[in-house]
């Protein structure tokens, strides 16, 4: 899913999806994911803004993402915390009715969310802290995991059976990001 947020100014009775991050602002409708029209102006990338030192793909104005951020009184980790907060409410309203309210209402879910293999501290705690404000638990219970680790666990499990025994290798290639930064992670099958 794309890390895409827009907002959109709302009528202030509409209360769906609206942003969490300031109650003493005008109400904001919010897209996010796959519910853009290709023409549709829209924060892209924006969690990649939460570390400095991250190189941002070519179709992501730094110029462009600041001007959306102004016009719409955000900072880069209210737009992050926004973009968590849909992620969570729809991940949640999904297993609602799939498994049914009681079922979900005894049953501890815990989100583990992944970032860039080259993630800077700093970042990592920025994204933890902002996946606490969207609701999806506390900082301290929330797990990170980065993306080609996160790759490499679900291949593991994809491939059954996947004959794999003690010191046989494979390699991970995150594709999409493979031109900005080192994507790649071989795994070494050990005890």
């Not at 023409?39 to 803004?49: N, Q």
């Not at 902002?130 to 993306?147: N, P």
Request: glycine content about 4%; overall charge neutral.
């Amino acid at each position: 899913m794309p890390t895409e947020i827009a907002y959109i100014d709302a009528p202030a009775q509409n209360t769906s999806s609206t942003s969490l991050s300031d109650s003493s602002k005008p109400p904001q409708a919010i897209k996010w994911g796959f519910q853009f029209k290709p023409e549709e102006t829209r924060l892209r990338c924006i969690k990649l803004f939460l570390d400095k030192n991250h190189k941002l793909p070519h179709f992501v104005s730094p110029l462009e993402t600041a001007a959306q951020l102004r016009k719409y009184e955000k900072t880069v980790m209210e737009a992050v915390t926004d973009y968590l907060s849909q992620i969570h409410k729809h991940t949640m309203e999904t297993l609602t009715k799939r498994y049914g309210e009681t079922f979900m209402s005894m049953t501890k879910v815990q989100f583990v969310l992944t970032v860039p293999a080259v993630w800077s501290d700093s970042a990592k705690d920025a994204t933890l802290k902002a996946a606490e404000k969207a609701g999806m638990g506390k900082k301290g219970d929330l797990k990170l995991i980065s993306e080609p680790e996160a790759a490499a666990v679900y291949t593991l499990k994809a491939i059954q059976p996947n004959h794999l025994t003690v010191g046989d290798n494979f390699v991970v290639c995150d594709a999409g990001m493979i031109l900005q930064t080192s994507g790649l992670l071989s795994i070494d099958i050990g005890h």
